[in-house]
Nanobody
Framework: QVQLVESGGGLVQAGGSLRLSCAASGRTLSSYSMGWFRQAPGKEREFVVTISGNGVSTTYTDSVKGRFTISREYAKNTVYLQMNFLKPEDTAVYYC?????????????????WGQGTQVTVSS
């Protein structure tokens, strides 16, 4: 079992930055691909970014390319999402997810473990 705990959400003005963290326990994440998803009120949960188990391969959804960066710190068993130039449309609950297997994937149903989510609110 893998337990994931997100942190770092909050309220920020448009154009600002936040860094989300996803700390894992229970297993070492090096053999897991990781993803960040988000869910805005009244909308379905959507893919944001994924990173492979070895950290080499990443895929971003178009709306965050050039603004968001995913990274992993293996020593701390943690994955980060650096979010810059935030926009009001980035407002959502952000979820961290882990998938057994090193291949990065954008598909929500490929992920086995989920965190509880952290709220990100961007004011205009």
């Amino acid at each position: 079992q893998v337990q994931l705990v997100e942190s770092g959400g909050g309220l920020v003005q448009a154009g600002g930055s936040l860094r989300l963290s996803c700390a894992a326990s229970g297993r070492t994440l090096s053999s897991y691909s990781m993803g960040w998803f988000r869910q805005a009120p009244g909308k379905e949960r959507e893919f944001v970014v994924t990173i492979s188990g070895n950290g080499v391969s990443t895929t971003y959804t178009d709306s965050v390319k050039g603004r968001f960066t995913i990274s992993r710190e293996y020593a701390k068993n943690t994955v980060y999402l650096q979010m810059n130039f935030l926009k009001p449309e980035d407002t959502a609950v952000y979820y961290c997810a882990a998938r057994s297997g090193s291949r990065a994937t954008t598909q929500i149903y490929d992920y086995n473990y989920w965190g509880q989510g952290t709220q990100v609110t961007v004011s205009s």
